[in-house]
Each structure stands twice: as structure tokens, then as C-alpha cells.
């Protein structure tokens, strides 16, 4: 066999081609968002990063030296938007100013009935009529419904007569005894046969008397077969039908009544707030109520404060309160939620503050105040009673003082800002107040190269930073590992 060595070409050619599929393969990946780099062995990748990492270093190195005094993040930040002569922090900003204010207490509670009666039927019998309809308004003393009143009549017409023997008997006795007083004073009888006489006519009295008695029991009977309302309310679900036995012991009765006009609201307050509430409820002022939704955004009734239990719950820490309201409008139903919401005064004059710019901080409430050379300074406040969005200042802040309301989080003593309004968006193309991003307006035109202020050229503010070593120089050592 010849030893000659196979000519150069062929092989130049086929480490030409690999290069190409190599090419093909990396651009493939990084077209659809796959890492070559991820798919190479542990060992591989190790020497690709270390090649890689020299060169970070040297890029780090120059972009250390373009950046402000600092450590880290937080340098780079003080050095754009801190203290000096950096760049100035957007900011919303309010006004303080007098405005009226309520002082309240807020609670949750249930709307119940003024009065709720279960109607039971007094009488055990058949049920023959129901005369109401279900969730219908009934008068006191309106017919509910009529249990059959035949065994009762029966038991009226004995009583009945059993009376009118007993009083003939008694007319009787009488007769006899007036019979027996003649004989005595002729001494034609002795005084004992008189006496047994009038005792015999008592006998006779006290007969009578049961049986008016019982004669009215029987009339009482039958007339509790009558079931009538007794008050005006609201009728709910019946529990018997017409036909079934009814009795007294029955557990869910025929019907309840509940009187919705007017109607209550119970609810409960901390133990805490009952000094503040009793300060401002003295006897003959009325506390107005206001009852509100569940999310709190629609007024369902205003009433007044009627009354609060003797002792607090001492499971709960809390005392219980009742409130009235007229619920001509029906919009208060029993057992619905509402929010409760007790107003102890009205201030029509005070320092109000939006809540938003209030911070909490270590010694406690402060806002951030701009001052005439814009920058900011942490001024601590007293806050006191608090409504929506506006709390009370007490201490702290003056009429003519801005806050700032937006964009805190960049601040601190010193920082200059720049106050913006409500209708101008700040960077970044959001507005302060939702940071949600600004409609795009169509008729506005791009900036050219001229337009753009000095420092923000095209090249320098909307070029992104080349990747350092690039697929070109990563191929580059992926050939140098595989060698």
C-alpha cells in the first residue's frame, strides 16, 4: 500500500463546510431563543467562560470610571437623581389648604327587623284557610288563616249549658232559702235547716261561676282559631299548608312577621371608641348614621343612633350599638350587610392633607415638603381624623405648604425635584398619579437629531450597548476549546 498523504484541498474544503453548518446551527438556536452555550458539556462551557470573563472585566473597568461616586446601585442612582447638581426628581405635588372634615367611626354591621314575630297557631287543629300571601304587607289584626272551629264550638255549647242548669238550680236554691227565713221567724223550722238552705244557695253561686268560666274558655278557644297578625310587617314563607294538621308545639310556626318601617342596624364598635362616641353623644343630641353598601360607594340610608347595650362583650372587646332609619324606600332589608358609618361632628374649617403623601417612619408620621429653592426636606405631622383620601392635620404642616404625592420614593433631604401636574406625563411616558402608560398621540411628529436636546443625540440615547464578545466571538472560542 502507497503512503501517500491525502491532498490538503479536500481537507480544507471539509473544515470549510463544518464552519458553515456550525454557523448554520448557532444561528438557528439564536433565532428561536435557545443558548448554544447551554447544550455544550459542563467542561466546555467552563473554558468558553473563562475566556469570556477577561473580557467583562476590561469592559467593567471602562464603564466604572464613567459613573458618580457611589456603591453599587444605590451610587448610580444618588449620582442621576440625588443630592448636587444630578438631574431633578418629577414629582406630584398638592397644595395644603382649609377644607370641612366629619369626624366618624366606622363599623360593620346587619340590618335587623324593628320587631320580628313568629306567628304559632294557639290551638291544635286542622288547618281549613290560609289568607295571606307570602311577602305581602299585613295590618295588626289582619286574618292570617282559620284552623277548623267545629270540636271548639261543641265544647262552647256544653259549657253553655251546663251554666243554664246551674243557674236554675241556683234560682231554685233561692226560692227555698226565702221560704225557709218565713218558717224560721214563725218558729215553724229550726235555724239549722235554714242555714243548710243558704249554704246550699252559695253551692249553687260558686257552680255558676265555673261555668261562666268555662263558658268563656270555650269562647276564648274558638276564637284563637282565628290566626290574625299581630302587628303590621312583612310576611315571610308560610310553613304549613292549607289541610295539614297545625299545632302548638310545631317548631317553625305558620309564619314570621318582620316590621321593616321603620328598621334597625346593629353593629358593634371597639371598646376603644366608645369614650370618643359618648364625648360627642350627649342626652338630647341626635348622632346621625349613614349606612352604606358593601363596597362602600353607594349611600343606603341615613338614621340616627338609638341606643347601645349596658356592658362590652368581653369575648370581643367590643359594645354593641343600634341605630333606626325610616326605610320608606325599602331599600334596607333584614339580615343585609352593611358598612356603618357614625358621624360625631362636622369641622368645616381644617388643614387637610392628602393621604397619600403621608410616610411612616421610624419616629412616626412625615410628608415631604418642597421648598422655595425645590428641593425637599421630611417634615414629622400629628394627623387626625382621616376621610377617603384628605386626613386632618393637627401639628406640623401650614396653609400655602406643598407635599409631595407621587414620586416619594426617590427622595430624601435635599433631593431636588421638579414638580409636574396632573395632566403631564412624567418619564417613561406614565402619568404620576396611576403609572399607567400615557395614550400615544398620532399627530405628534418624531424628533430629529436637531429637535433632541444637547446630550440626547440619537446615537447616545436610544443605541443599546453592543453585547460584549458577540456570536462572532464566541465561535472564535468554541474553536479554540475544540482544538
Not at 470573563?53 to 444605590?74: F, P, S, V
Not at 297557631?121 to 304587607?137: I, K, N, P, S, Y
Not at 320608606?328 to 369641622?347: G, S
Amino acid at each position: 500500500m502507497s503512503d501517500t498523504p491525502r491532498p490538503r484541498s479536500g481537507w480544507r474544503r471539509f473544515l470549510g463546510w463544518l464552519i458553515v453548518v456550525l454557523m448554520a446551527v448557532w444561528g438557528g438556536l439564536r433565532w428561536f431563543g435557545i443558548d448554544p452555550l447551554t447544550l455544550l458539556p459542563a467542561t466546555l462551557t467552563g473554558k468558553i467562560n473563562a475566556q469570556e470573563q477577561g473580557d467583562k472585566t476590561a469592559d467593567a473597568g471602562k464603564e466604572g470610571r464613567g459613573l458618580k461616586e457611589g456603591k453599587g446601585d444605590k451610587g448610580g442612582k444618588e449620582g442621576a437623581w440625588g443630592k448636587g447638581g444630578g438631574k431633578p426628581v418629577p414629582v406630584l405635588t398638592s397644595i395644603i389648604a382649609p377644607g370641612p372634615i366629619r369626624l366618624r367611626i366606622e363599623a360593620l354591621g346587619t340590618v335587623i327587623p324593628a320587631q320580628l314575630v313568629l306567628v304559632r297557631t294557639r290551638v291544635d287543629g286542622q288547618l281549613m284557610q290560609v289568607a295571606f300571601r307570602e311577602g305581602d304587607t299585613v295590618q295588626a289584626g289582619q286574618l292570617l288563616a282559620q284552623v277548623d272551629p267545629r270540636p271548639f264550638e261543641i265544647q262552647l255549647a256544653q259549657a253553655r249549658g251546663q251554666l243554664d242548669r246551674d243557674q236554675a238550680l241556683l234560682e231554685n236554691a233561692r226560692r227555698d232559702a226565702s221560704r225557709y227565713h218565713t218558717l224560721l221567724r214563725q218558729d215553724a223550722i229550726s235555724r239549722q235547716q235554714a242555714d243548710t238552705q243558704e249554704s246550699l244557695v252559695r253551692q249553687y253561686q260558686g257552680a255558676v261561676l265555673v261555668d261562666r268560666a268555662l263558658v268563656d274558655n270555650a269562647a276564648l278557644q274558638l276564637s284563637y282559631t282565628r290566626i290574625t297578625a299581630p302587628m303590621t310587617g312583612v310576611a315571610g314563607l308560610r310553613q304549613v299548608d292549607a289541610g295539614n294538621m297545625i299545632r302548638q308545639s310545631d317548631p317553625g310556626g305558620l309564619v314570621s312577621l318582620a316590621q321593616t318601617r321603620p328598621i334597625q342596624a346593629l353593629f358593634t364598635i371597639p371598646e376603644e371608641a366608645l369614650a370618643r362616641l359618648r364625648t360627642y353623644w350627649r342626652p338630647g343630641k341626635e348622632l346621625i348614621v349613614e349606612l352604606y353598601d358593601r363596597e362602600r360607594k353607594r349611600l343606603l340610608a341615613t338614621g340616627k343612633l338609638l341606643t347601645l347595650d349596658n356592658q362590652i362583650d368581653t369575648t370581643t372587646g367590643t359594645v354593641k350599638l343600634k341605630a333606626q332609619f325610616d326605610n320608606t324606600d325599602d331599600a334596607l332589608f333584614p339580615n343585609q350587610f352593611v358598612n356603618v358609618t357614625v358621624i360625631l361632628a362636622e369641622l368645616p374649617a381644617v388643614l387637610l392633607v392628602p393621604s397619600a403623601a403621608l410616610q411612616r417612619g421610624g419616629k412616626g408620621l412625615y410628608v415631604y415638603v418642597v421648598q422655595a429653592d425645590q428641593t425637599v426636606i421630611a417634615r414629622p405631622v400629628v394627623i387626625g381624623a382621616t376621610q377617603g383620601e384628605v386626613s386632618q392635620v393637627e401639628s406640623g404642616l401650614q396653609a400655602g405648604d406643598k407635599v409631595v404625592i407621587d414620586g416619594i420614593d426617590k427622595l430624601q433631604d435635599g433631593t431636588k425635584v421638579e414638580e409636574m401636574t396632573r395632566d403631564r406625563p412624567g418619564r417613561g411616558g406614565k402619568t404620576p398619579e396611576t403609572g399607567q402608560p400615557q395614550p400615544r398621540d398620532e399627530t405628534k411628529k418624531p424628533e430629529t437629531a436637531q429637535q433632541r436636546p444637547e446630550g440626547e443625540k440619537t446615537g447616545e440615547r436610544d443605541a443599546k450597548p453592543p453585547r460584549p464578545g458577540g456570536p462572532w466571538k464566541r465561535m472564535r472560542v468554541m474553536c479554540r476549546c475544540g482544538r
